[in-house]
């Protein structure tokens, strides 16, 4: 009797070793995530594959996972070529982004005269289909979101241009 337990006890340690080197993928291995229906109609979202026995499974995402040893220096040693660019290269980055920033604000204000002249055009529209005045505000709406986008986006240009120098 005692063997018989002894023996079970050894097959036990086995399987829950076995299984806890299945549960770590090796490096290189591909993890996979199902979406399975039961059949009660139940949803399941798993990445074992034995979860997935006698569902209906669809595959939803499939990924490979690598393990990368860590690259950090040591603690106090510091990189003799940290920063990497130079503060004359920062001052050329923000310079161009001061450029960048300008002309799309340039473009946006252009946007929105443009916009601006199209609502007042339609404002001056009054087709005969239109006696009931809710319909002509339904007619000119969108012109007016045009312009309110626009003005949205010029606040928010000149805000970043105003940031870019703190």
Not at 88 to 111: H, I, P, S, V, Y
């Amino acid at each position: 009797m005692r063997s018989i337990l002894r023996l079970a006890l050894i097959a036990a340690v086995v399987c829950q070793q076995a299984f806890a080197q299945a549960a770590q993928p090796p490096a290189g291995a591909v993890e996979t995530l199902w979406n399975c229906k039961d059949k009660e109609g139940r949803t399941v979202l798993t990445n074992q594959q034995h979860d997935t026995v006698g569902k209906e499974c669809r595959v939803v995402q499939q990924q490979r996972v690598t393990v990368v040893p860590s690259s950090k220096p040591a603690a106090g040693k510091s990189s003799q070529n940290f920063p990497k660019e130079s503060a004359a290269d920062r001052l050329g980055a923000k310079d161009r982004q001061r450029q960048t920033l300008e002309r799309e604000l340039q473009q946006e204000e252009a946007l929105l005269t443009d916009a601006k002249s199209k609502l007042s055009e339609q404002e001056q529209i009054r087709t005969g289909d239109e006696k009931n005045y809710a319909r002509v505000l339904e007619r000119l709406q969108p012109y007016k979101d045009a312009i309110e986008v626009h003005s949205k986006n010029i606040e928010a240009l000149k805000r970043e241009l105003a940031n870019l120098y703190r």
